[in-house]
C-alpha cells in the first residue's frame, strides 16, 4: 500500500501562485509514476501533470502548459505542483495519484492510489 497526503491549496487572487505538495509513505518503492489530477464542481476528474518517479519525463495537460511545473524529491518521497499564473478556471480539488505500472499516464484509471485531495480555490 502507498498512502497520499495532499498539502498546499488554499484561496488564491488570479494571477497568483500555489504550490501543491504529496507526501507520499507506505511502499514507495513500487511507484513507477506519479500524478496530479484535478476535479471542478460538476465535472470529471481531469489529467492536469504526471512524471515518472525515477526517470522525469514530466507531461502536462495542454490547459496547465508553461504555467505549471511538477516535480517531486526521491529523497523525501514528495511530489510537487507549482502552479503559477492562476486562472480561475484552474478552481478545483486537486488529487495526488500514484501508479504502479507504465501506461496512459492522462487516464485515471490507471493510477493504483489516490490522496485525499486539496482545495484550489482562484478568485477573479
Known amino acids: 500500500q502507498v498512502q497520499l497526503v495532499e498539502s498546499g491549496g488554499g484561496l488564491v487572487q488570479a494571477g497568483g501562485s500555489l504550490r501543491l505538495s504529496c507526501a507520499a509513505s507506505g511502499r514507495t518503492f513500487s511507484k513507477y509514476g506519479m500524478g496530479w489530477f484535478r476535479q471542478a464542481p460538476g465535472k470529471e476528474r481531469e489529467f492536469a501533470a504526471s512524471?515518472?518517479?525515477?526517470?522525469?519525463?514530466?507531461v502536462y495537460a495542454d490547459s496547465v502548459k508553461g504555467r505549471f511545473t511538477i516535480s517531486r524529491d526521491r529523497a523525501e518521497n514528495t511530489l510537487y505542483l507549482q502552479m503559477n499564473t492562476l486562472k480561475p478556471e484552474d478552481t478545483a480539488v486537486y488529487y495526488c495519484a500514484a501508479r504502479t505500472t507504465r501506461g496512459t499516464v492522462k487516464d485515471p484509471t490507471g493510477y493504483d492510489y489516490w490522496g485525499q485531495g486539496t482545495q484550489v480555490t482562484v478568485s477573479s
Open positions: 512524471i515518472i518517479w525515477n526517470g522525469g519525463m514530466p
